[in-house]
């Protein structure tokens, strides 16, 4: 049987306004982590939401403080997602690309931690560690020291419409496209009606870059979005099973969207292309 343990370990990061958080949101988790691990190269350990912060300035986008409870409500039984508010707090708008290499940092320093750790002393069953001041109690023969592994792979999550808004003018730096597919590389969850092949056939840096882009088939097809949640919530139309019960008890009990926050931001230019015209 082959071991986990010689596998690439692979963070997922996903970045976007979870306004609210869906089931599908946590699905593109789900479908990536199993498309990674099938390929016997990759370990998916991690899957982490980063909700963007109130200056991106999307129309309808509620506050960054309840997009991220409910992000925290939906994964609160997960054994593997969690939810980083670093992106969220900030008061001006963060790039992806700044995003990611916050989230490389972190890795990176808490791979060395550990290295650190478990460098110092020889570790016993249970976690315990013994110590090393009495020479006597080491044997003559040292066991074998397991492989020592870098920081796992920082890899952005996304659907393929998140893909071809690198094809939309001026969202993107095209400095910040070459970061994201070279530096990182991509898990895009694609559906039916989405050409994403196509789309990166016809983009030369994303062509540059194919082989770290990593195009998964959505095969149970499902068309749930935070759009269409938040048309259901204005029209009093009920919402469960589409979200996370937790999550729709959150927006029931602060009546969260409806069409005065729907109109939030309106008349708004988005953060990006408003930092493109400066």
């Not at 690439?8 to 988790?29: D, K, Q, W």
């Not at 708008?93 to 995003?99: M, Q």
């Not at 890795?107 to 009495?134: F, I």
């Amino acid at each position: 049987m082959e071991n986990v343990e010689d596998r690439t370990e692979v963070v997922l990061l996903a970045c976007g306004s979870f306004n609210p958080i869906t089931n599908m949101h946590l699905r593109l988790f789900e479908l990536a982590k199993d498309y990674m691990n099938a390929t016997g190269e990759y370990n998916v350990i991690r899957g982490i939401i980063s909700p963007v912060g109130d200056a991106y300035k999307k129309k309808g986008l509620i506050s960054a403080h309840h997009r991220v409870v409910m992000a925290e409500l939906a994964t609160q039984t997960s054994k593997w997602l969690e939810v980083d508010t670093w992106e969220s707090l900030h008061k001006e708008w963060i790039e992806t690309a700044k995003v990611l290499s916050y989230h490389k940092q972190r890795l990176e320093a808490r791979s060395s931690d550990n290295s650190v750790r478990d460098s110092t002393s020889p570790a016993l069953p249970g976690g315990k560690r013994k110590r090393t001041g009495n020479s006597q109690e080491v044997s003559e023969k040292k066991p074998s020291s397991p492989k020592k592994k870098g920081p796992p792979q920082l890899k952005l999550l996304c659907g393929a419409d998140f893909l071809e808004s690198f094809g939309v003018p001026n969202l993107w730096k095209l400095e910040d496209i070459t970061t994201i597919v070279g530096n990182y590389g991509l898990v895009c969850i694609t559906r039916t009606g989405n050409n994403a092949e196509k789309f990166i056939y016809e983009s030369d840096i994303l062509w540059k870059h194919r082989n770290n882009i990593h195009l998964v088939n959505e095969w149970i097809t499902n068309d749930i979005s935070s759009t269409k949640i938040r048309r259901a919530l204005r029209r009093g139309q009920s919402i469960r099973y589409l979200v996370p019960d937790p999550v729709q008890q959150y927006i029931e009990k602060h009546n969260l969207y409806s069409s005065e926050s729907e109109d939030r931001n309106s008349g708004s230019i988005l953060a990006p292309l408003l930092k493109a015209k400066q």
